[in-house]
């Protein structure tokens, strides 16, 4: 839509100008008063030996108004463009109309995209890190599969080490062999904490952890036995975590499975001369931009990369995927460069396509969470908590409705204002969360761009009629029909390059700035009103208002309710 115009601005500057412009040589003004596009003259001042404001004085002198352009307007080194605004108005609301929920939407692409994430330990719940990860991981399985991408959702299960022999010792000495009375994952990360208050007291242990792990390696019946049945109870309560925040995996794939897989695959490399050994037997990786990189222990024993570079391969023998995505903190950045550049040199087919979206810390207003204290912000909890601080918003709006709905409207707003608190920042800024800001029906929150839907909704309803795109749409003329346009043009952009880009906060952005002229918009102009014709426009514009929000949000992994 946009490129309608952007070419016709393009075609009057080449012939004004008597050489091509590039319709990326664009730019849109930071307020739409200044026009919908601008033409900086910075970069032909030496070319024509003259100040970039005379440049500009001259194309505006030059370049008359047309079907396309209505207005050229010279700020500056700027040549402003004004375009047809019914005519823009009928093409950005007629395809909204037509195509609904696939407004934006790319065609079907025979390529497909494997995202890694969240990546659990067997030895605790998820935590507030996790959660990152997860809408994370969310977010990118939406907005690949929106542009027409295949998507493929794993998971690295780290469920072997001595992290988890951790938790299994502290249940074996105090567990009495009894079954959990919480959920299982909560459980287990008892253990985990107990262990560490022990040990402080016990330096003995860290022998026993080590002989716990051998006996595991050496397929020890008792060990193995333990080791399932809290892997299990690890299991069941991170499924239920996953459901809540909405993670669908196509598979999971376990360390306990693969974790020798990859010895196999460096010594066979060793020989062909792709890795080396050092003086301790230790066997490396290096080149001019990686510093030597321990792949495999002298002992024979494999390590986090050993592991992953088996797990490439495996996946690609799976899948076949055409692009790999791990969604990781960024602490192993180093790690991934050293992994990619391996899976190169191993000419493993989708080396060329790897990205790390790293991410950064997520602290509490009191500081760093430490797993083995016990002072973590479980995902679980944090859910609980949101969800009962929902409760209390809904029931003060609210006074009279049934406990089911309340129930339902505090889950959905609860996720929205996590989900969407975590969106919000750059992946790799660190930030405190804030639970009683993320909740806030105003300002930058999941839940005021939930209630601006909802007023949409409102509005259609109050309205009685079937929406239609037979308008005219000349009515939608004011700069505040035109700020809402320009956002709902650029909607299918957005998506794009926040997938392009590895950035869900460009959604994020995109919808506060939407929910924000919507609403300036809702309280500047009445829309149920006499005027027939004017009624029927507007509500065609909330009607789309309302269809790129549902769309915006859902590519978040949030609910677009309908009532708040």
Not at 138 to 143: A, D, E, G, R
Not at 315 to 333: F, L, N, T
Not at 517 to 546: P, S
């Amino acid at each position: 839509m946009a490129d309608i115009f952007q070419k016709e601005i393009a075609k009057a500057l080449s012939k004004a100008l008597d050489r091509d412009i590039e319709e990326s040589m664009l730019e849109l003004p930071p307020d739409p008063v200044m026009g919908d596009y601008a033409f900086p003259c910075f970069t032909l001042a030496r070319e024509f030996r003259k100040s970039p404001g005379e440049i500009a004085i001259d194309l505006g002198n030059k370049i008359k108004p047309s079907k396309h352009i209505t207005r050229v307007s010279v700020l500056g080194p700027y040549v402003n463009f004004f375009v047809n605004k019914k005519m823009l108005a009928e093409l950005v609301l007629s395809v909204i109309y037509k195509k609904g929920k696939k407004y934006g939407k790319g065609s079907k692409k025979d390529y497909s995209v494997m995202i890694e994430s969240p990546g659990p330990n067997t030895n605790k719940p998820l935590h507030l890190g996790h959660v990152r990860n997860m809408v994370l991981g969310n977010s990118l399985v939406n907005l690949f599969g929106f542009l027409g991408y295949k998507t493929i959702r794993v998971d690295i299960v780290n469920d072997r080490g001595v992290h988890i022999c951790k938790s299994m010792l502290a249940y074996q000495k105090y567990g009495g062999a009894k079954e959990p009375d919480k959920k299982p994952d909560h459980y287990v990360g008892d253990w985990y904490v107990r262990y560490a208050k022990e040990a402080k007291a016990h330096p003995e242990f860290e022998e026993k952890i080590q002989e716990m792990l051998r006996k595991w390696e050496d397929g020890d019946r008792e060990i193995r036995e333990l080791w399932k049945k809290m892997n299990e109870w690890a299991f069941e309560g991170m499924q239920q975590t996953y459901k809540r925040y909405g993670v669908e995996m196509e598979k999971p794939y376990y360390e306990s499975n693969h974790y020798t897989k990859g010895k196999d695959i460096v010594l066979d490399s060793l020989k062909k001369g792709h890795f080396h050994k050092d003086e301790k037997g230790n066997i490396y990786y290096a080149d001019k931009e990686i510093d030597k990189k321990i792949v495999l222990r002298a002992d024979g024993t494999s390590i986090y990369i050993t592991q992953d570079i088996a797990l490439g391969k495996l996946r690609y023998d799976d899948y076949r995927m055409d692009k790999m995505v791990y969604v990781v903190a960024s602490e192993q950045i180093h790690h991934f460069k050293v992994l990619f550049n391996i899976f190169d040199m191993l000419k493993y087919p989708f080396a060329k396509d790897c990205y790390h979206l790293a991410y950064g810390m997520v602290y509490l207003p009191e500081g760093k969470m430490k797993s083995r204290e016990g002072n973590v912000v479980d995902a679980d909890n944090l859910a609980d908590e949101m969800h009962e601080a929902a409760k209390k918003e809904i029931q003060e709006r609210h006074k009279s409705i049934s406990k089911k709905e309340l129930e339902r409207r505090a889950e959905s707003i609860g996720m929205a204002a996590v989900k969407f608190f975590i969106l919000k920042y750059d992946p790799m800024k660190d930030f405190v969360f804030n639970p009683k800001e993320s909740l806030s029906f105003e300002g930058e929150t999941g839940p005021y761009v939930q209630y601006t839907h909802a007023r949409a909704c409102s509005i259609l309803k109050k309205h009685k009629k079937k929406v239609s795109d037979e308008v005219e749409f000349s009515l939608l003329n004011s700069d505040e029909d035109k700020a809402i346009l320009r956002l709902l043009e650029d909607f299918p952009k957005t998506a794009e390059a926040a997938a392009n880009e590895y950035k869900p906060s460009l959604i994020t952005r995109h919808l506060l700035d939407l929910s924000q002229a919507f609403n300036e918009y809702y309280h500047k102009h009445k829309i149920v009103q006499k005027d027939k014709n004017l009624e029927k426009a507007r509500i065609l514009l909330v009607d789309c208002v309302r269809q790129v929000i549902e769309t915006g949000l859902r590519l978040l992994g949030i609910e677009a309710p309908e009532e708040m």
